[in-house]
């Protein structure tokens, strides 16, 4: 049986206090006293959550860069991290996974919010549905977590605003990419296919993330508008 160790109050509170004032400085260098509040909110939160949880590895230089990062330059991903907390934590089935977490710069839940029963749901630092549909998280799965959707972790925090804007902006040309091949081939699969492939797989960010855990050949993509890759020597 897994042990929970009891919540960090001190150290919450001083991430509260240091996160939202980075979270502040933020908000205010892109807006005005409204996005200083919002900034400072949700990197306060974000601070709170980590702390309580013990999530942030202090004694490496990942762990303060992950820390400063998802307060300032990554808050957007912060910001949709901290919604996709505050939802799974409102339900004892979500499953957070202490042993998956834990000073290892993230939130891990087994179930939770996701946008596909067998797809993890990956905003921020947070990692929602890790065990994909399955009954339970093993420790077997540990790669695909640190691999791929840890990936897509540090993708927020090195790449920022780039990461959100870069997702949207591929998958509404993938998703026209389909289309396109849709009205203009015959005998095609189903558009909804085409458009996962083209809109989803296809996207930079993921075909990285697949390729890192050695997923990408085996993958559901469609092989009509499948990236093509050459076998890694």
């Known amino acids: 049986m897994r042990t929970k160790p009891a919540p960090n109050v001190p150290e919450a509170m001083l991430v509260t206090v240091a996160g ?3 979270g502040a400085a933020t908000g205010y260098s892109i807006g005005d006293i409204g996005g200083l509040a919002v900034g400072a909110v949700m990197a ?4 709170g959550f980590g702390g309580l949880r013990g999530t942030y590895a202090w004694r490496t230089i990942k762990g303060w860069f992950a820390f400063v990062s998802d307060s ?3 808050l957007l991903g912060t910001t949709l991290g901290v919604g996709l907390n505050v939802i799974n ?3 004892k089935a979500s499953g957070y996974r202490e042993d998956f977490s834990r000073r290892q710069n993230r939130h891990v839940f087994e179930r939770g919010a996701c946008m596909k029963r067998g797809f993890a749901f990956t905003h921020g630092n947070v990692i929602s549905n890790a065990a994909t549909g399955h009954e339970t998280l093993t420790d077997e799965r540990r790669d695909f977590i640190d691999r791929h959707e840890g990936l897509h972790v540090w993708q927020n925090r090195i790449f920022g605003p780039i990461y959100q804007a870069g997702y949207v902006g591929w998958f509404l040309l ?5 289309m396109i ?12 296919r085409l458009v996962e492939t083209a809109a989803y797989y296809d996207n930079p960010f993921e075909y ?3 390729r890192r855990d050695d997923h990408w050949e085996t993958n ?4 009509m508008l499948k990236w093509r890759s050459r076998p890694r020597s």
């Open 208 to 210: 990285w993330a697949y």
């Open 20 to 22: 939202g004032m980075l």
């Open 89 to 91: 934590s409102a339900s």
């Open 174 to 178: 993938g998703a026209l990419v389909a």
């Open 181 to 192: 091949a849709k009205a203009f081939r015959r005998n095609t699969p189903p558009l909804r």
């Open 72 to 74: 300032s330059w990554g």
């Open 220 to 223: 559901g993509a469609e092989p």
């Open 44 to 47: 306060g939160l974000n601070g």
